[in-house]
C-alpha cells in the first residue's frame, strides 16, 4: 500500500499532518476547518456553502464546489476523512499531486452531476404524477441541500482498487478481508441497490456511483493516452 517517504514530506517534523501528501493534507484541513465552522454557524454555512437543487432560490453557482468539503456531523467527517487518509495518501503518491487533485475533482464534481441528474428525473416524475405526496416530495428537492466528500472519497476508492486490485482490505464490522477490486464492486453494488429502492434516505447514493463512475473513466483515458502518472 505504499509507504511514507519523509524526504519529501517533511521528515516527519512539524506532525501529523506534515507526514502526509500535501493534496491530502490540504485536503482534509479544508473539510475540518469548515467542519468547525459549521459547528459555529450551522444555518449560514449550510445554507451558502451545501449544494442545493439548481432550480431552488437557495442555490449558488459556488455550491457546486463547497458542497465537496462541507460535512453534517462528527461521524459524518471522521469517516470520510479517516478513509481519505487511508486512500488518498496512497493513491495520491501513485499519481503525483497534480494529478491527484485533478482527479479528486473531477470525481466530486461527476458525482455532483449524477446526483443532480437523478434530481432532475425525480423532480420531472412528481411533476408528472401532480398528487400531493409527490409534489411534497418535489418541494422537498428544493429545501434538501447534499454536501460531503463522499462522492470524491468514493472515487479515491475505486482510484486505489485500480491501482492495487489484488491488495487485501479488513473491514471493522463485519471482519472481514476481501481484495480491493472486489470491496469496491460490492460497495458499488450496495450503492445502486440502496439508491434504487430508496433504502438508507438521507445518503446521497447517487453522488457515491457518480464518484466511482468518473474515477474509473477518468482513469481508464489517462491510461489510454499513457498519461497516467505525473
Known amino acids: 500500500m505504499g509507504y511514507y517517504n519523509y524526504d519529501n514530506y517533511g521528515n516527519g517534523r512539524g506532525g501529523f499532518l506534515q507526514m502526509l501528501p500535501p493534496a491530502t493534507r490540504h485536503i482534509i484541513i479544508i473539510n475540518l476547518l469548515l467542519f468547525v465552522a459549521t459547528l459555529i454557524n450551522e444555518d449560514f454555512m449550510v445554507r451558502n456553502f451545501a449544494m442545493f437543487y439548481p432550480s431552488s432560490p437557495l442555490f449558488r453557482p459556488w455550491q457546486i464546489l463547497t458542497h465537496m468539503f462541507m460535512h453534517g456531523g462528527f461521524w459524518h467527517v471522521f469517516f470520510n476523512m479517516y478513509t481519505f487518509f487511508i486512500f488518498g495518501t496512497v493513491l495520491e503518491r501513485a499519481l503525483g499531486t497534480k494529478r491527484f487533485l485533478i482527479f479528486y475533482f473531477v470525481t466530486g464534481l461527476g458525482a455532483a452531476a449524477l446526483h443532480t441528474g437523478v434530481e432532475w428525473i425525480q423532480a420531472s416524475v412528481y411533476l408528472s404524477s401532480g398528487t400531493p405526496a409527490a409534489m411534497s416530495s418535489y418541494y422537498n428537492l428544493f429545501r434538501t441541500p447534499v454536501l460531503g ?18 491488495s487485501i482490505l479488513t473491514l471493522i464490522f463485519p471482519p472481514v478481508s476481501l481484495k480491493a477490486k472486489w470491496f469496491v464492486l460490492i460497495f458499488a453494488g450496495i450503492e445502486l441497490l440502496t439508491g434504487v429502492t430508496g433504502t438508507a434516505d438521507g445518503v446521497a447514493h447517487f453522488a457515491h456511483l457518480g464518484g466511482m463512475l468518473f474515477g474509473w473513466l477518468l482513469i481508464l483515458w489517462w491510461r489510454k493516452r499513457g498519461k497516467l502518472y505525473y
Open 149 to 166: 466528500a463522499s462522492g470524491a472519497i468514493y472515487g479515491v476508492l475505486i482510484g486505489y482498487a485500480m491501482f492495487y486490485p489484488n
